[in-house]
């Protein structure tokens, strides 16, 4: 059976997230007794949420159940033939195929959410949810906006495709409410505020892909055992596009998940594994390859009914 794993992005968090494995398997407890920088242990299971939702924590706490999960995994013979991953998710894809190891996947997500916090500060800023409405008519809104606002460098742009009937927009809050009532008026059913800390996946990000370009010059990059779908573009890398160069996009373009689900469906997955807190990818999973099953994995007991999945 070829499994395709799907690696939840920031949102998906709670506190506590991750305390039943720590106690459960030695693997998981490496990985979160480990100092990166960050006391993931702590600020995963004790909280306070304020400290969690803090996107320079929130990512390296990501990333490190990711790599723990994942680590489990891999030690019952449970592998992906091909990864992918919701925004911050793609760093937990591109560890799981071999580019990144543990100790420098999750400082590195912690550099990344201080750059992206660091390059949305001293702007009022929103994300909604735009409902029912395709891809053509939310890029028309954005336009129609970006016009009207440029003389004062306003922007609203589409931040995540992210199943059928479900996209978001970012942007500055003058500009993002300005285009709930256009999307609204070209058929968008509803358009709900979305709870992030920052402009993610617009041009405003910009500053911190050039931040992360810096960093990668400093970043070995390991060798791709198994293909990585990319936010950028829904697809596997070409052999001549680098690694560094995608994640510099990255942060400052948008998410086509849905175009990635697609791909690795027309690639022969049969069953996608959601790794991560909740089940927000199994959702999107369902909306965009309804005869694809997707199995979570984010409690102790969601591993027993993968393994039965599988004959395990």
């Known amino acids: 059976m070829k499994i395709g794993f799907l690696y939840a992005g920031q949102g998906a968090h709670y506190v506590g997230m991750g305390k039943d494995f720590y106690e459960a398997y030695p693997e998981f407890k490496e ?46 013979g449970i592998k992906p033939d091909i990864a992918a991953g919701l925004s911050l998710g793609e760093y937990s894809a591109l560890y799981a195929a071999g580019v990144f190891t543990e100790e420098q996947v999750i400082p590195l997500v912690a550099y990344r959410g201080k750059a992206m916090v660091e390059a949305a500060e001293g702007r009022d800023c929103k994300m909604i949810a735009v409902i029912a409405l395709d891809k053509d008519k939310v890029k028309e809104g954005c336009a129609i906006v970006n016009e009207e606002f440029k003389d004062r460098g306003l922007i609203a742009e589409p931040a995540n495709f992210n199943c059928p009937g479900q996209i978001t927009v970012s942007g500055d809050t003058e500009a993002v409410d300005r285009a709930a009532e256009v999307l609204k008026s070209l058929g968008a059913k509803r358009c709900l505020p979305v709870k992030v800390s920052g402009p993610f996946h617009t041009s405003l990000m910009k500053p911190a892909g050039e931040a992360l370009r810096v960093r990668f010059e400093e970043e070995q990059f390991g060798e791709m055992n198994i293909p990585v779908v990319f936010n950028s573009f829904g697809r596997a890398k070409n052999e001549d596009e680098k690694i560094s160069d995608i994640l510099v996009k990255q942060v400052q373009s948008s998410v086509y998940l849905d175009d990635s689900i697609k791909y690795m469906a027309d690639q022969g997955v049969e069953l996608f594994v959601e790794i991560g807190p909740g089940n927000t990818l199994s959702k999107f999973v369902q909306k965009t390859t309804p005869d694809i099953e997707c199995i979570k994995v984010d409690k102790v007991e969601d591993i027993a009914i993968l393994k039965e999945k599988l004959g395990l």
């Not at 979160?32 to 960050?38: H, I």
């Not at 306070?48 to 159940?65: G, H, K, R, S």
Request: glycine share 8%; hydrophobic share 45%; charged share 25%.
């Open 31 to 76: 990985t979160f007794d480990k100092d990166f920088g960050v006391d993931v242990k702590r600020i995963c299971f004790d909280g306070p949420d304020e400290d969690l939702n803090f996107t320079a924590n929130t990512q390296p706490c990501m990333v490190a159940f990711a790599v723990g999960v994942t680590k489990i995994l891999a030690g019952m």
